[in-house]
Structure formats: C-alpha cells, structure tokens
C-alpha cells in the first residue's frame, strides 16, 4: 500500500504547480518546496518529483503541468522585463521614501517569483505610521500624478498603480481573506517585493501575519533592500490626515467609493485603503480547482 505521507505530499506538489499554471508560472524544485501547504524537507520534494513523469514535466529545472511546455520560454521573459520594471520602482519608492510618514514600500501583485508581464504596471503595497495613511495617499499620489506615472485610459505599461495602503497599527492582513481556498491573497502575501523598508517594518508585517505558516509551513521571507531610510524631521498633525481624506474621498471616482463596504476590492478606513474594483480571487478559486480537478 502506498505511504499516506507520500501521497498527501505528492497531492500538495499538484496542487502548487497546478496554481501556478494559472498564472503561466513554472517552479524550481525550491519554489515548489516553499509554496507547498504541506511541512516537509527540500529533499522529500525532490524524491516526489520523480514519481510525477505523467503529469508533470521537467525541462531546465522548472516543472510544469505536461502539454505546457511553452510557459518556461516566458518565464524568462517576465523575469526580464521584472528587472527592468523594478528599476522604475526603485525611482519613484527613493521619492516616496522622503515622505516621513511611509515605513515600508513592496512591490505587489506578484504571483511567483519575479513574475510581471511586459505590458503591466508596477503595483505598489504602501506601510504608513499610524494615523497617516489618508496623507500618505494624497503625497503619493500627488508625485505620481505630475510625473505622469499614474495608469490612465491610454496605457498602464510600467506606470504605478497606487492601490493598497495599510497602516502601522494594522499589520495582521488575516481577516481579509475571503475565505481557507484564497490562494491567490495567500501568494499575493508572501510574493511582495519590499524595496524600502524603514525600522524593520517588514520582519514586523510578516512576524504579524504568522498565521501564513497555516497554509504555508516552509515559508520564510528574507528580504534585500538597497534604499536607505530618510526621514525629515517634521509634524503632521491629526487635523491634516481628516482634511486630506475628505479631499481624496471627494475627488474618488464615484464607482470606486459606491464598491466601499460591498466588494472586498475597495475598503477604505483609517488604518487601510484597497482600491481594486475588480476582486478577481473567487474566480481564480474556481479556475484554479477546474484545473485541478482535470489534472487529479
């Protein structure tokens, strides 16, 4: 009779490669050891892999589901063009670190490692200091728009989409997910790039979001920052974050604060502002086990 340890493993491994198909995304042995839901050793993973010679494939250290063999060509070409997007980023996150209020910038929306196609914009995920989340935006914002990097109608390729903000105070990211299969918020997470990070914040974001270990138990972040923290000395008072926010909440595309508190794209409070008025993870919840119910 087959192992039930090595079976469940092998399911896991499935699992993970199938996600990240959706996503057009080969793995490295490594990437499937980190991202599986299942406590094990690199080299279990790597003793399972041999047995998966029907469903899996292998081709210049990256597995992918059989018959898509095509998605490590470009693999290669979104790692190219990650590169040359994340010296963009680095720009503008040297810019927006000057305001005292930012703690922490990542890069977001990154489903894999190093995993943005040619024509995306460059998503950010914005820490602020406590009680300074609405005046962040509004400079943020403001230097986005007169350097003309903000996505618009015309184009949205390399330009910065300035869409999620959490507060110092409001670290743990647990209660927004959607539910146990929220894969993607869960990859979402721990797929976050962080380019400035000032007093540690992001050993204390994922130190507060501990619960990742449920799902995903092999995971660790490491990160390597190559922007020093600057930081006038300056005071904001609690009076210009109200102002700043009545201003922000009134020149918001209507269709944007009509989705607050329905959708769970578009949240806007004190300690977080979510601006997605498209949440695409149930459908990726739906795509995800179509796909693998195909390969099962």
Known sequence: MENIKNKNLRTEILKTITWFDLFSHPLTIFEIFKYINYSCKLNDVIVELENFSDKIKNKNGLYYLSGRED?????????????????????????????????????????????????????????????????????????????????????????????????????????????????????????LEPIYDKKNIFSKFYQENSWLKKYLPNFSQSFQLSITPFEFKTISPGFIEKILKKIQLNIMPRELKNQAGKSSGVVLEDNIIKLFLEDKRLFFIDKYEENFRKNN
């Not at 190093?114 to 300074?132: A, Q």
């Open 71 to 191: 998605i490590i060509e470009e693999r290669f070409k979104r790692f190219n063009y990650f590169k040359k997007k994340i010296k963009r980023a680095k720009k503008f996150s040297k810019l927006i670190s000057k305001i005292p209020s930012v703690s922490g910038v990542a890069i977001s929306n990154i489903i894999g490692d190093h995993n943005l196609r040619e024509s995306s914009d460059i998503d950010f995920f914005i820490i602020t200091k406590s009680g300074k989340i609405w005046l962040t935006r509004f400079f943020c914002t403001f230097l986005a728009k007169i350097l003309h990097l903000r996505p618009n109608h015309k184009t949205k390729k390399d330009k910065i989409c300035l869409s999620f903000y959490i507060s110092s105070d409001n670290l743990n990211l647990e209660k927004y997910l959607l539910n146990d299969k929220d894969l993607y918020f869960i990859y979402w997470l721990v797929g």
